[in-house]
């Protein structure tokens, strides 16, 4: 059988190199000086001229079953890492392939870079059919990153790169995509990869914004913070600030851990639940930071009864983004980590006032003891689940998919670090995103143990890519919530007196498949059974899938 037909541009690349480096050369050897460590792709005969000095490089490529996953594993590593994950990407159906995954990082401001390949310079927009064509592959993508750029010139690499990493490294991060055409891959680029690289540093906010917010909260007596994913890099800071104003402190998903489990100020997550939202509406100031107060964080009742009472401060990188949802009465624009400290030195020049005696810690506890009094069985069954997951595996870091216990963890866990709990249920909201991004939060922390909870439903989006974690030797722990379908739309259509329809798909036999795949496979049925199953899935060196059947879990689960 033949092999099929090159792409005129590439076949001659192929037969005459060039004795100078190539753009996709030079390409690699950026991405090392830039300290990536991975890249995620598939190899495709757009792409070979990528890989041309992959092998001898420092970066370890992973190769998932399908782009998406490719974009869901970079997502999971930057997550962990804070640092952007990277993806090589052909042309056409690979862009659109991965387009969910890109969606999901833009939505939870998640540092990403998509290096694709794209027709020929000469080719592009032409209509001919040629293979892979899209009318405008830039185009279709410039929503879903900060910028979409195609490299017309192998000089401007250096360039359009630096670019890329000022986004992730000065502003908002989000996914960025650099798509090459086909005969700038090949094309000679003779030192351009000694570039000089310019470290750059986060914005600080206004001398004049930051007094104002630090007189604000010298003078408040019920000051509150809503902290979101956008403060990942200031735990130290945010939890000085609150001891210091005695502030209650509410945490996005992307958040948890920023106050550890078990501090007296922590409410948690639970700004949809009536009892958070009260304590929000009585505070007379309210800091928020990092967060965008939006729908999925702060609204998943979707009642539209979250409210702010108080003067509001937003401390945000994102100039826009301060001014959405709830505009401030004071904002900081830059970095988060930077800005509570700026206001807590300036906080040194205030004598501050008592705090009502029914704030701090003591409304805290009460409205924590409310919101826990008042969890049904079903809530507490599967809060259960996820104790015995961070008891069994210390250090552990779950990625979750949109399932139901990842629904209640979102709720109940307090997580005991940054990093360490996140899931697509927020921003975007799509399946199939839990075990490609477990493997690659496995690759970012190899020394730590990687949960990823997932359901029936959304495991089979992405179930092929048990074998990709294999096959890299990453030995995550995939932890199946099986209730036989779509059971939350099944449960939501109900509610609504529809008669439920397509919730109902034929669920494989996970075990046999995972066993297939070359992964450990065994069930779990109450704590004590999924306790050993952790535990012993924690030493082995290959995937283990434990799957959890959701009617003989509550019924083995205590009232």
């Known amino acids: 059988m ?9 076949d001659q690349a192929l037969t005459a190199p060039s004795a100078a480096p190539t753009c996709g050369e030079a390409l690699v050897a950026l991405l090392e000086r830039y300290g990536v460590e991975y890249v995620f792709g598939i190899p495709g005969v757009h792409t070979v001229e990528l890989y041309r000095g992959l092998a001898a490089s ?12 490719a974009g869901f594993m970079a997502d999971g590593y930057a997550r962990v890492t804070g640092k952007p994950g990277v993806c090589f990407i052909i042309t056409g159906p690979g862009m659109t392939n991965i387009a969910t995954a890109m969606a999901q990082a833009y939505a939870d401001s998640i540092p990403m870079l998509v290096i694709s390949s794209v027709n020929a310079r000469r080719e592009l927009g032409s209509g001919a059919g040629r293979l892979h064509e899209l009318p405008s592959q830039r185009d279709v993508f410039a929503g879903l990153t900060a910028f979409s750029h195609t490299l017309l010139d192998a000089a401007d690499l250096p360039q359009v790169l630096a670019r890329a990493f000022a986004v992730f490294d000065g502003a908002r991060p989000r996914p960025v995509h650099i798509e090459i055409p086909l005969d700038v891959i090949v094309a000679p680029a003779d030192g351009i990869a000694n570039a000089p690289i ?7 906010p206004g001398v004049a914004a930051v007094t104002a917010a630090a007189g604000r909260l010298a003078a408040a007596k019920r000051p509150l913070i809503l902290a979101g994913g956008g403060a990942a890099q200031a735990a130290a800071e945010l939890r000085a600030l609150a001891e210091r104003l005695h502030a209650p ?6 958040a948890k851990g920023l106050l550890p489990a078990g501090h007296p100020l922590l409410v948690g997550s639970t700004q949809s639940l009536p009892e958070t939202r009260a304590l929000v509406r009585d505070a007379d100031v309210v800091l928020a930071v990092g ?13 539209g009864g979250f409210a702010i009472d108080g003067a509001l401060l937003r401390i945000d990188i994102d100039a826009q983004q301060a001014m959405r949802n709830f505009p401030p009465d004071v904002a900081l624009i830059g970095d988060s980590q930077q800005a509570l400290a700026s206001v807590l030195a300036q906080l040194d020049a205030y004598a501050l006032p008592p705090r009502d005696a029914s ?3 003591t409304r805290v506890a009460a409205v924590r003891d409310a919101i826990a009094a008042g969890r049904d069985a079903t809530t507490r069954a599967q809060q259960r689940l996820i104790d015995t997951i961070v008891e069994s595996l210390p250090g552990v870091i779950v990625a979750g998919d949109s399932t139901s216990p990842v629904y209640v963890g979102n709720f109940t866990h307090d997580a005991p670090a940054p990093r360490a709990w996140f899931n697509s249920s927020t921003g975007y909201g799509t399946l199939g995103y839990g075990l490609p991004a477990a493997i690659g939060a496995k690759l970012a922390a190899p020394a730590r143990p990687v949960v990823c909870l997932i359901g029936d439903g959304g495991l089979q989006f992405t179930l092929p890519e048990l074998a990709s974690a294999v096959e890299a ?12 379908g779509y ?3 099944r449960k939501y259509m109900t509610a609504r007196d529809i008669v439920p329809v397509g919730v109902d798909p034929y669920t494989p036999d996970f075990i046999t498949l995972a066993r297939g795949f070359g992964c450990a496979a065994r069930t779990a049925a109450n704590a004590n059974e999924l306790a050993l199953a952790l535990r012993d899935a924690a030493t082995r060196a290959i995937p283990t899938v434990i799957e959890i059947r959701e009617a003989d879990w509550f019924a083995q689960s205590p009232a």
């Open 291 to 303: 967060t965008e107060l939006g729908e999925t964080d702060y609204d998943v009742v979707f009642d």
């Open 2 to 10: 033949n092999a099929p037909a090159l792409p005129p541009c590439l």
């Open 58 to 69: 420092s970066l370890r490529h992973v190769t998932p079953r399908h782009e998406q996953g």
């Open 473 to 484: 030797r990453v030995p995550v722990i995939v932890l199946v919530w099986n209730n036989f």
């Open 198 to 204: 310019v470290p750059i540093e986060r914005p600080s």
């Open 249 to 254: 402190v509410t945490l996005t998903i992307n």
């Open 487 to 489: 059971g939350e739309i």
């Open 359 to 361: 704030w701090g810690g």
